[in-house]
């Protein structure tokens, strides 16, 4: 692959807790990447969950970068802070009717599936079994003019008419990788308690930002699929991807919070130097 010109990486954490290693090699690659080629690293916020995402961590995710010797360019875009946004381009989905009210609870969903002979599974789990997307207009009238609850899901058959070609990607190292988007099924794009998804608003945003590598984990490789629907729905360029492999432990296993891996914070009240913590974090020199 060229590199896409201008490259504009970025790093995109969700502040539910302290970096660790794992994010600090996700950062330095979006980092390096950007810095040798004469490019952007921008830095987001992806805090759209209260329940799970406190500005304590956010705070401390832009001073452990600074620590480790990144900067950044242009202000932090904190995602919180522009909800409008994302609620612009669910009306604009919306409004060409490709998305419909959920008013399914969880429990109606697992019910529907225990229920049926075959339960398809997508990347996030069984796929929605579409009951909402086939109710009746004027019960779907009746329930939005009672304010019933609901989240907005895809409605991934009309989505996928709407593609004039199959969608696929350019991937770092391995040249374009055909996409697969209907495993996702009939999508939720914004939720009852949070009005908007991680899969929305990471794609307006690395639009309205003009990324063109998203650097990555490669657990996050399976959502570029539905990532790219979005981006052909609306009309948004297509970045480039480069998807690296998950740092692991000793153990071998993918570091994460639950299994203990060490907080950035930690190594440096350990008195550990940044530039070794960048090589632990596979970035020496
Ligand atoms: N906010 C996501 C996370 O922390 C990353 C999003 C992305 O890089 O596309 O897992």
New binding site residues.
């Given amino acids: 692959m060229t590199a896409p010109w201008p490259l504009v990486t970025?790093?995109?954490?969700?502040p539910?807790g302290f970096l660790h290693l794992g994010?600090a090699h996700?950062a330095l690659a979006g980092w390096r990447a950007a810095r040798q080629a004469g490019g952007r690293f921008l830095l987001?916020i992806?805090d759209i969950d209260a329940t799970r995402c406190q500005p304590t961590f956010a705070a401390a995710i832009m001073e452990d970068l600074a620590w480790l010797g990144l900067d950044w360019d242009g202000p932090v875009r904190v995602q919180s802070r522009h909800m409008n946004d994302y609620g612009r381009t669910l009306d604009a989905l919306k409004a060409r009717g490709l998305l419909f009210p959920c008013f399914c609870t969880r429990s109606d969903i697992a019910r529907e599936i225990a229920g049926s002979a075959a339960a398809p599974h997508g990347p996030d789990g069984p796929l929605y079994p579409g009951t909402c997307r086939r109710l009746p207009v004027a019960e779907r009238q009746d329930r939005m003019a009672q304010a019933v609850p609901h989240a907005w899901r895809l409605d991934m058959p009309r989505a996928l008419a709407d593609l004039p070609a199959p969608l696929s990607f350019e991937e770092a190292g391995r040249g374009r990788i055909a996409c697969d988007p209907a495993r996702f099924g009939d999508v939720v794009l914004a939720r009852k308690e949070v009005p908007a998804s991680?899969h929305l608003c990471?794609t307006h945003d690395?639009a309205r930002d003009g990324v063109t590598l998203?650097?990555?984990?490669e657990?996050?490789l399976p959502?570029t699929d539905l990532?790219r629907l979005l981006q052909h729905l609306m009309g948004w360029p297509e970045p480039a991807y480069a998807h690296h492999q998950l740092l692991t432990g000793r153990d071998g296993r993918r570091l994460s919070k639950r299994d203990g891996a060490v907080p950035l914070r930690d190594l440096r009240a350990r008195g550990v130097p940044p530039g070794e913590a960048r090589a632990m974090a596979g970035f020496p020199g």
């Fill in positions: 970025r790093f995109a954490p969700s539910t994010h996700s987001r992806e991680y990471v690395d998203v650097t990555r984990g657990d996050l959502a990532h």
